[in-house]
């Protein structure tokens, strides 16, 4: 019988940090005890294009790309990137988009990444404490308590809903 592997694509514009919440949903999973692969789609990041990254985890997992329309979760970090990204969710997928955020919520609207990350976490069985650690170690001292305030909005929001 094979494991269940759980596929999340993360999307957005180059610089809205799309690249660090999926290191983080990587290194999260890893430290939960899964096998985990990751890939990415620069595309014209680096001028505000379109950026996708692959996470997928789970007992054990062989390739690294998400096939389209097989996601478990779509995190969008981009209204406009919504639709160029939702062929890659399957039917019963859930979208995690940046409207689930309450516009003034955010301390720093550069945590929106972070807070995405918290909405998903309460999709997920791993332990919230792993998710905060890995925050803190993959950001500096200076940003932990705007990013822990963002992720504990974004996982509450999502338990709301």
Not at 18 to 29: G, H, R
Not at 68 to 93: I, K
Not at 130 to 153: E, I
């Amino acid at each position: 019988m094979a494991s269940k592997v759980t596929n999340v694509v993360f999307a957005g514009l180059g610089g809205q940090g799309v690249l660090k919440a999926s290191d983080i949903m990587s290194e999260t999973a890893f430290k939960a005890g899964l096998d985990v692969k990751k890939s990415e789609v620069h595309g014209m990041s680096q001028r505000g294009g379109s950026v996708t990254s692959d996470v997928r985890f789970g007992q054990e997992v062989l390739s690294p790309m998400v096939p389209a329309g097989e996601a478990d979760y779509l995190v969008v970090l981009e209204a406009v990137e919504v639709d160029h990204n939702r062929g890659l969710l399957r039917e019963g997928g859930v979208l995690i988009e940046p409207s689930l955020i309450g516009e003034g919520v955010l301390r720093n609207p550069k945590s929106l990444n972070v807070a995405l990350l918290g909405a998903l976490s309460a999709h997920l069985d791993i332990d919230e404490e792993v998710w905060l650690s890995t925050v803190r170690d993959n950001l500096p001292v200076k940003l932990h308590d705007v990013n822990v305030q963002a992720f504990a909005a974004g996982r509450a929001a999502a338990k709301a809903v």
